[in-house]
């Protein structure tokens, strides 16, 4: 649904349900941003964000979490410099896209 | 007098915390499913297409019925702290600590086999013993990592008591679910940690009666 409403609004998105699906993704094409939640099937956010930056440096990862764990407080003030806390505020997204994308 | 509370070495308290942290995480994925069928709704305006219309309507359901879900085990936790010993159903009590333990962010696949067809009925601390089982999968999560699968099994023992198994973890993490901490709070309901040689898998030993444990 996330990924219909930023559609809606012009932005060339591919959704994925899982880790696993998200590397298959960046393998064969380059994308500029990955959304990313911290709990997912399969391979977690934080490892996610790691293998993604290992096949694309630059990648920018945005973090969606429900801040409600240790390791979630951890990814959101500490490591991830963009994160954003459930339910997220779409208008606020689309401002952390812009400005990741420059 | 002493009235200073200390909440870093509190066991009891820190598990309740950390429980009532992952569900109300796991209440703000839900509504947040929920906020996004709906701002969805909302973008399409009347452009919305029957099918789609359909699609969120159906979401906002079952998000809806997985929060009723997670409240009631909610409750259920919450109401594990009322009595210090209580005649509780294993079954029950590790098929609610597996869905409490599956909210936690690095939580990987749980597999709950070999349920016994007659569940075990067991006198013992209901929230000690779910805090063992907590610290048990925690444990199993952290050693297994994001693409292991943790197998849990309840095998009840002829003279009463109960085996309850953790295994599926990898060979590369290898260490010691016994510690201070676990086998503190094993020794308060008689609950004896027995692990494999080679660390794959331990087994949580519940008497059938806290006391009868005690003095074992």
């Known amino acids: 649904m996330l990924a219909k409403r930023l559609a809606l609004r012009g932005i060339d998105i591919d959704p994925v349900f899982t880790g696993e699906d998200a590397i298959v993704k960046a393998k064969s094409q380059r994308y500029d941003v990955a959304i990313l939640d911290v709990k997912m099937p399969g391979i977690g956010g934080i490892e996610l964000e790691r293998k993604l930056k290992e096949l694309e440096p630059g990648m920018k990862i945005i973090f969606l979490t429900g801040h409600g764990s240790k390791t979630d407080y951890e990814t959101g003030s500490i490591n991830a410099k963009y994160y954003l806390a459930k339910p997220i505020q779409i208008d606020e997204l689309i401002t952390i896209l812009q400005e990741v994308t420059g | ?216």
């Open chain 2, 1 to 216: 007098m002493n009235n200073t509370i200390d909440f870093k070495n509190n066991d009891d308290l820190a598990f309740f915390g950390k429980v009532n942290a992952s569900i109300s995480h796991e209440l703000k994925n839900i509504l947040a499913i929920i906020s996004e069928a709906a701002g969805l709704l909302q973008d399409l305006g009347q452009k919305i297409e029957l099918e789609m219309l359909k699609t969120c309507s159906q979401d906002i359901v079952e998000e809806i019925q997985r929060g009723f879900t997670t409240i009631k085990q909610m409750n259920m936790f919450s109401h594990s702290a009322d009595d210090p010993i209580k005649k509780v159903n294993l079954v029950d009590v590790v098929d609610l600590i597996i869905a409490l333990g599956e909210f936690l962010s690095f939580a990987c696949k749980v597999r709950f086999d070999s349920v016994p067809e007659v569940a075990p009925m067991v006198s013992t601390c209901p929230f000690r013993l779910q805090n063992l089982i907590y610290q048990a999968l925690v444990f199993a999560f952290e050693s297994a990592g994001p693409d292991g699968q943790i197998r849990v099994a309840i095998h009840p023992q002829p003279n009463g008591c109960a085996h309850i198994t953790f295994s599926g973890f990898g060979s590369n993490n290898a260490r010691s679910f016994a510690s201070d901490k676990t086998n503190k709070i094993a020794a308060s309901i008689g609950v004896d940690i027995r692990e494999a040689g080679d660390l794959k898998s331990f087994d949580l030993i519940v008497p059938e009666n806290v006391e009868a444990g005690r003095e074992h």
